[in-house]
């Protein structure tokens, strides 16, 4: 919106054609996401406790959360509405991924919402039923791949590459692409919802993925960095640092709010949106296996669920203490600020493995 602003003022001023960059654009989207969390973050809080809003606590789980019910949930909301207004603000709304994207991030929120909404009317912690939930997550899924493999401009948008390796790429037929995309967006909404049972425990690396992804985002959409890096050349991909720009000031904002003791809880209609969001801009910028790398935390969180549901289906004993793995450490005793700190922790060398894949190859 600002954009096409600024373009028509640059014909009078020079100096407008500062907004054309993806740098200067993108700092401008994340700290305008972080001012409007930390401006209307209060707001959201008080009419969600006036709507009484609350959490309502699994009673299998750890007995430190019990204290947590009643905190209002759903704030999820804010971090998607702050990210959506900075991108219509500051981001080319001419480019069809953004569109890609932002409609992933409202589809999935949609099914957060309701599954929230579940939980706080009809104060069922379980939510919306896993069949319903995984039958309209798949729907947007699969129409998110087919669209990006039918519009996809170039061969390389729609060929799968290894990291680490120059040339191991995978040319991919239809089924094959809308396969991977699918399962990577559909995957990741539901692994940063695992994650996200501590307080900040999944806005943070949700924000330091979305910077890396940002990273790979810039440099697919710029051809000679794109060559040179010898990553694949994805036309208008660049844009996509606009919204992982805003993802990470959003996430920034609704953190504070979110940081031990949590004033609010992000809920299904963040978790699941924001986790759509990555999985769908790495199969963008065709760095999938980079987002397993980068996302590793939501990776071992999802892991740690599935093999324990499997292990006591098969053998009925239990690997962990209890699923997902941040509640192993809690049982072991760990305070809950320390399971967090450490997993931003781990978070981070991973980002900074998955940007190390930009030179070795």
């Given at each position: 919106m600002l954009l096409?602003?600024?373009?028509?003022?640059?014909?009078?001023?020079?100096?407008?054609?500062?907004?054309?960059?993806?740098?200067?654009?993108?700092?401008?989207?994340?700290?305008?996401?972080l001012f409007l969390s930390l401006w209307w973050g209060p707001a959201v809080i008080r009419k969600l406790?006036?709507?009484?809003?609350g959490q309502p606590i699994r009673q299998d789980g750890p007995q430190s959360h019990f204290s947590k019910a009643g905190t209002p949930t759903m704030g999820g909301a804010l971090i998607l509405f702050t990210v959506?207004?900075?991108?219509?603000?500051?981001?080319?709304?001419?480019n069809k991924y953004v569109w890609v994207v932002l409609l992933?991030?409202?589809?999935?929120?949609?099914?957060?919402?309701?599954?929230?909404w579940i939980k706080i009317v009809k104060?069922?912690?379980?939510?919306?039923?896993?069949?319903?939930?995984?039958?309209?997550?798949?729907?947007?899924?699969?129409?998110?791949?087919?669209?990006?493999?039918?519009?996809a401009d170039v061969p390389a948008a729609t060929t799968f590459f290894v990291p680490f390796f120059k040339s191991v790429a995978l040319p991919l037929a239809g089924v094959g692409f809308v396969?991977?995309?699918y399962f990577w967006i559909v995957g990741f909404s539901n692994a940063?919802?695992?994650?996200?049972?501590?307080?900040?425990?999944?806005?943070?690396?949700?924000?330091?993925?979305?910077?890396?992804l940002a990273v790979f985002a810039y440099a697919s959409g710029h051809a000679e960095f794109a060559r040179y890096l010898q990553i694949p050349v994805v036309p208008g991909a660049g844009e996509l640092a606009i919204i992982c720009a805003a993802i990470a000031g959003a996430g920034l904002g609704f953190l504070w709010f979110n940081t031990y003791p949590a004033m609010v809880f992000m809920g299904d209609i963040g978790a699941l949106a924001l986790g759509a969001v990555l999985g769908t801009i790495a199969v963008i910028v065709r760095?999938?296996?980079?987002?397993?790398?980068?996302?590793?935390?939501?990776?071992?969180?999802?892991?740690?669920?599935?093999?324990q549901v499997a292990s006591f289906k098969l053998t009925g004993k239990r690997v962990f203490r209890m699923a997902p793995i941040h509640h192993h450490f809690e049982l072991k005793g760990w305070p809950e600020p320390r399971v967090i700190v450490r997993f931003w922790i781990i978070s981070v060398i991973l980002v900074l493995v998955g940007l190390a894949t930009l030179k070795v190859r």
């Open positions: 096409e602003l600024t373009r028509w003022l640059q014909q009078l001023e020079g100096l407008f054609g500062l907004f054309g960059y993806l740098t200067f654009r993108g700092i401008l989207a994340a700290l305008t996401a406790a006036q709507y009484k809003g959506f207004a900075s991108v219509l603000l500051w981001g080319d709304l001419r992933v991030m409202v589809a999935f929120g949609a099914i957060g919402w309701y599954d929230d104060r069922d912690p379980n939510g919306l039923k896993s069949r319903w939930k995984y039958l309209l997550q798949s729907i947007f899924g699969l129409a998110a791949g087919v669209y990006l493999y039918l519009y396969a991977i995309a940063v919802n695992l994650t996200d049972g501590l307080d900040g425990l999944a806005i943070m690396p949700t924000v330091l993925v979305a910077c890396g760095q999938e296996l980079v987002l397993v790398i980068m996302g590793g935390i939501f990776v071992i969180e999802t892991l740690s669920v599935m093999i």
